[in-house]
Structure formats: C-alpha cells, structure tokens
C-alpha cells in the first residue's frame, strides 16, 4: 500500500482484491463536531482532498474560525436538541451534502451505575438518535434526485 498522504488515491486491497478508493474531490461532506481535534483533523483532510464542507458544531466562535481557515460553510447546532437536529438535517440537504461524517459525541466516563438517565438520554440523542436522523434525511433526498 502507498504512503498514508496517498492512500486515498491508491487501490485499496480488499478480501484478496482491489477497487478504487472512495472518491472525495467534489463531493459535499458534513462534519459534526468539527471543532474538537479529531473533528477538525478529519475536516482537513477532506477538505485537502477536494470535498466542500459543512462544518457543524456548538462552539461558535471556534467552528467560525475553522470554516474560515478551511474556507467551509458552517452550521451551528446542539446534537441534543431535536429542533437544532432537524434544522441542521435540512440545512445540509439544501447544500446537497453526500457525505456525512457523525464525529459528534458525547464521551462516557465512569461506571455506567453512575450516570443518571438524564445523562443516558442526552448521549444516546447526541451518539445514536442524531447520526441516524441525518442519514435518513441526506439518504433520502439523494433517492429523489
């Protein structure tokens, strides 16, 4: 396999054969929680790769820093929120996003008998609810067209 800088554009073995890699130039790529440093770096890479971006997050001084530097447009919302979600699901079906990157998440700590069921919920919207909501939501309007 190629250095890690060219291993999109090379042949990707897969179960004993190849087939080209997943092509990113051009395509509308949604990053939630684009302002934490894995969210960030997975922005950049998209971003050299040739995709446009949609950066979304809740810190909105830091995601209006990154778009500006990553020259993306940007989508401020609460994953835990239901109406920031459906906001933020239509909002990137208009930008005819194709890709979507669910790197939002609410990080668990601890022994799971000490989280409250308030926590529990917030994560599963955040972790779970929201990606899928998204997905159906981006997948859905690609059928259509």
């Not at 239509?90 to 998440?105: F, I, K, R, S, T």
């Not at 000490?114 to 929201?130: G, P, Q, T």
């Not at 997948?139 to 259509?144: K, T, W």
């Amino acid at each position: 396999m190629s250095a890690p800088d060219k291993g999109l554009r090379s042949m990707l073995p897969i179960g004993g054969r190849t087939r080209p890699p997943f092509e990113l130039a051009g395509a509308t790529a949604l990053v939630t929680g684009a302002t934490g440093g894995l969210g960030r770096t997975i922005a950049t890479a998209l971003g050299e790769r040739g995709s446009q971006l949609v950066l979304s997050g809740r810190r909105a001084v830091e995601l209006g820093s990154l778009a500006a530097t990553l020259n993306a447009r940007t989508i401020l919302a609460d994953l835990g929120v239901a109406e920031d979600v459906s906001r933020l699901c239509a909002e990137a079906v208009g930008a005819g996003v194709d890709v979507l990157v669910a790197n939002a998440a609410l990080p668990a700590s601890g022994l799971l008998n000490d989280l409250s069921a308030d926590e529990i919920d917030r994560m599963l919207e955040v972790n779970l609810r929201a990606p899928i909501m998204l997905e159906i939501g981006r997948a859905s309007c690609r059928e259509r067209v």
